[in-house]
Each structure stands twice: as structure tokens, then as C-alpha cells.
């Protein structure tokens, strides 16, 4: 876990967040389906941090299951950064 997730300003949001989503009956993991009522959801950003993602804003955050979330921070992973893919194309490779 990042020193982000720790800090008292992101429980904050993901506790805002999760009653924002169980109020309004949208507690599911977005990818699968699957009720947050009896798996464990996790918060993902959509656009990532490490792409510009907005750190607190709702509308960048998403419910996902633990496998949907590992599955999708893989794929992130793999992309190339902006910064990189700028080089390689700079410099021909």
C-alpha cells in the first residue's frame, strides 16, 4: 500500500465514497457485477495517478472486486507511460 492509501484524506474519501455508492444502491464491483454486499470492494481510480487521474474526486473513483481490481492495476502496469512513449518515438525504437 502506497503512503496515498494511508493518509487520512483518502480514508476520508473512500468512506465518503463507499456511503455515496450504498445510498444510492450502485454498491457493485463496476467490471463483474458482483454485490458489495458480500465481497469485499475495493476503490480504484479510473485514470490512474500515475496517467493525471484526480486523486479525490468521486467521478474518478469506481468500486471493483479484488480480482478486477489486481487484474486491471496489471494491465496499467504493462502500459507505458505518456513520458516514455514520447521518448520511444523520439528516438526510433
Known amino acids: 500500500m502506497s503512503k496515498f492509501h494511508k493518509t487520512a484524506e483518502w480514508k476520508r474519501t473512500v468512506r465518503a465514497y463507499r456511503a455515496e455508492c450504498l445510498r444510492a444502491d450502485t454498491w457493485y464491483c463496476a467490471e463483474c457485477g458482483c454485490d458489495g454486499r458480500y465481497i469485499r470492494l475495493e476503490i480504484d481510480h479510473i485514470e490512474p495517478l500515475s496517467a493525471g487521474g484526480l ?39
Open 55 to 93: 486523486a479525490y474526486a468521486s467521478s474518478n473513483l469506481q468500486p471493483l472486486c479484488a480480482a478486477c481490481h489486481v487484474a486491471k492495476s496489471r494491465l496499467e502496469r504493462e502500459k507505458p507511460c505518456p513520458e516514455r512513449l514520447k521518448w520511444i518515438e523520439l528516438l526510433g525504437f
